[in-house]
């Protein structure tokens, strides 16, 4: 894993790029425009909660994959992790459930054809990786190389298993027994 990134950026698409820009400039021209100090408060507020969901990264460290967000992230372990796919366009066709469309972000619940019900953490549409965990849970996200990110993700998971196998071993010849 000596060569491995795993720090990746989260690119935006032109759609997101020009909805993002679009929704700002409204809210924010609006609320001058009205002149009034309770929708420019509302609008403000509006655009800071939709950038706090944002995605700005992923990062694979301490036996999880971390999805950055603004000032805090999404955790998920790496041992939870059944596969790990690159799917791009795979929400093509999707409808949004609960989330984010277009603000900073593709993010939420969605639905589709192709993968039914999914979570989303994504910037760009066609660099979407999906992850898939041991309960079933789909999870699609967007790093900037999506490749070298399965690449990445699955050296880690590699050293994780290897190391942990080890462990058990040690155990097992001590006459301890059980996984651990």
């Given amino acids: 894993m000596k060569n491995s990134r795993t720090r990746f950026r989260s690119p935006w698409d032109m759609l997101l790029i020009l909805m993002t820009t679009g929704i700002l400039v409204l809210l924010i021209g ?3 425009a009205l002149g009034s100090p309770i929708v420019i408060i509302f609008n403000w507020g509006f655009i800071l909660l939709c950038a706090a969901f944002g995605v700005y990264g992923y990062s694979i460290q301490n036996g999880e994959l971390q999805i950055v967000r603004l000032g805090w992230s999404k955790n998920i372990r790496l041992r ?3 596969r790990v796919e690159n799917k791009p366009i795979v929400m093509m066709g999707s409808i949004r459930l609960l989330g984010i469309g277009g603000v900073f972000g593709y ?3 969605f639905k589709n054809s192709i ?3 999914y979570k989303a953490y994504v ?3 066609k660099k979407t990786v999906l992850i898939v965990t041991k309960d079933d849970q789909q999870i699609l996200i967007s790093p900037d ?4 990110f399965i ?3 699955k050296a880690v998971m590699d050293q994780e298993s290897a190391g942990k196998d080890i462990i058990d071993e040690t155990f097992r010849e001590a006459g301890i027994g059980g996984q651990f």
């Fill in 80 to 82: 939870d992790i059944e």
């Fill in 30 to 32: 609006l609320g001058y």
């Fill in 151 to 153: 690449s990445s993700i």
């Fill in 107 to 109: 993010i939420g619940n």
């Fill in 145 to 148: 190389d999506p490749e070298e």
């Fill in 115 to 117: 993968l039914n019900h």
């Fill in 123 to 125: 910037t760009h549409r």
